[in-house]
């Protein structure tokens, strides 16, 4: 096995405005996951001024289970094509696990999530939604600048990696962002960058670097 951790090495590739790096093998790595369990996204969403602590931990703790539920249908859609081999575990089965260990409290590496929660690889990952400026800041900003400058209203930014149950690195990461303006809508945005990250893992094998690594 150390063997194997010498041999690998991470590449970065931008690609559709999504980074990627994962380990030489990912394809024939991923082609051994037989169930891959996805944890709730670290949440972090635009801290209103009017919102006290504790709110504010429910709202980002409620949009961290709903973003899971997303981005486990999207991996459901690659399932049903049959470019995703691989059982997704249901939410309220690995939320329930979690809750049990007391994590994220209680802090586990990616070998000891994946043992807990019985499963090959685990998908983990953080987003950020925010909103830099108000709609109305935006108007009258860019009322001010004569059009010269659009004022971001919206941001999104997600980080998402694959790690299984052997290896003691990811065998996989992307990270993506989107920018809003007037009139933008980030629940459209959260949607497009979670599809973007999708279609970037290794089961995407209409992908030509994937396509390439399995037929070799």
């Keep these: 096995m150390k063997n194997l951790f010498l041999l690998i090495f991470t590449l970065s590739i931008v690609t559709s405005c999504v980074q990627v790096r994962e380990v030489k093998d990912v394809v024939t790595l991923t082609q051994n996951v037989q169930r891959i369990a996805v944890l709730p996204l670290k949440t972090t969403i635009e801290h209103k001024i009017w919102m006290k602590e504790d709110k504010y931990q429910d709202l980002c703790h409620e949009k961290s289970e709903q973003l899971q539920a997303k981005l486990i249908k999207q991996l459901e859609f690659y399932q049903r094509s049959g470019k995703l081999p691989a059982e997704i575990m249901p939410a309220d089965e690995v939320n329930a696990l979690l809750f049990g260990a007391n994590y994220p409290k209680t802090p586990l590496n990616d070998i000891e999530l994946c043992q807990l929660l019985h499963v090959d690889a685990i998908l983990i990952g953080d987003i950020s939604i925010l909103e830099p400026v108000s709609e109305g800041a935006a108007i009258a900003i860019n009322s001010l600048s004569n059009g010269n400058v659009s004022a971001m ?3 999104v930014q997600m980080t998402l990696r ?3 149950a052997t290896q003691t690195q990811s065998i996989w990461s992307a990270s993506t ?3 809003g303006y007037l009139g933008s809508n980030k629940h459209f945005m ?5 599809r973007r990250v999708v279609r ?3 089961y995407n094998l209409r992908k030509p670097r994937y396509k390439k690594a399995l037929k070799g």
């Design 177 to 179: 962002a989107s920018s």
């Design 200 to 202: 970037n893992m290794p």
């Design 153 to 155: 209203t919206n941001y």
């Design 162 to 164: 694959l790690a299984t």
């Design 190 to 194: 959260v949607n497009r960058v979670i």
